[in-house]
T-cell receptor, first 113, second 114 residues
Framework: GENVEQHPSTLSVQEGDSAVIKCTYS??????FPWYKQELGKGPQLIID?????GEKKDQRIAVTLNKTAKHFSLHITETQPEDSAVYFC????????????FGIGTKLQVIP | DGGITQSPKYLFRKEGQNVTLSCEQN?????MYWYRQDPGQGLRLIYY???????QKGDIAEGYSVSREKKESFPLTVTSAQKNPTAFYLC?????????????FGEGSRLTVL
């Protein structure tokens, strides 16, 4: 089955700096890669996703890149703000009917004002 | 407001007791899921249901049971057979029973076994 590794597990950055979270996946057939943000005491919420036919996707201060050959994808947050502090999960899955979503272990991001 | 409602938010249980966690959604989604969240282990799938009256085991179904009698409801029972039930439980739904779409999560239920 699919295995998703995520690092770092914790990340502290100064407000205004950039943050990068990296994930690798094992199954080359995976073709959908979502990122979820979980604020304290709440459920995760989708913030951005990317499909395997795209190399990069941006949405304001966040961007995701995908390298299919190397089987890794990354989340980039620029100009970090205190409200970016949360746990971020990457995930990978196969298309076609129901295929299980495999999540990374999560990265706890702390933005220091 | 549309969304997923989990209850209770906090639950304490004595060893040997079964407990049921409630999950209700008014998003008219076909598929519903239960995940368990433990520190350092990400989200692990317990059960999922793509349609009413049908559900499938996930990776860690042992010691858990579910039912899907109504489209909007997917309760999870943590039985006494679950050896390490203390965890944060998340319910989710999606428009269709496909993994390549957004999962909408509830705010979770934290179960502590005393």
């Amino acid at each position: 089955g699919e295995n998703v590794e995520q690092h770092p597990s914790t990340l502290s950055v100064q407000e205004g700096d950039s943050a990068v979270i990296k994930c690798t996946y094992s199954d080359s057939a995976s073709n959908y890669f979502p990122w979820y943000k979980q604020e304290l005491g709440k459920g995760p919420q989708l913030i951005i996703d990317i499909r395997s036919n795209v190399g990069e996707k941006k949405d304001q201060r966040i961007a995701v890149t995908l390298n299919k050959t190397a089987k890794h994808f990354s989340l980039h947050i620029t100009e970090t703000q205190p409200e970016d502090s949360a746990v971020y999960f990457c995930a990978a899955t196969l298309s076609g009917g129901y295929q299980k979503v495999t999540f990374g272990i999560g990265t706890k991001l702390q933005v220091i004002p | 407001d549309g969304g997923i409602t989990q209850s209770p938010k906090y639950l304490f249980r004595k060893e040997g007791q079964n407990v049921t966690l409630s999950c209700e959604q008014n998003l008219n989604h076909d598929a519903m899921y239960w995940y368990r969240q433990d520190p350092g282990q990400g989200l692990r799938l317990i059960y999922y249901s793509q349609i009413v009256n049908d559900f499938q085991k996930g990776d860690i179904a042992e010691g858990y049971s579910v039912s899907r009698e109504k489209k909007e409801s997917f309760p999870l029972t943590v039985t006494s057979a679950q050896k390490n039930p203390t965890a944060f439980y998340l319910c989710a739904s999606s428009i269709q029973g496909t993994a390549t779409g957004e999962l909408f999560f509830g705010e979770g239920s934290r179960l502590t076994v005393l």
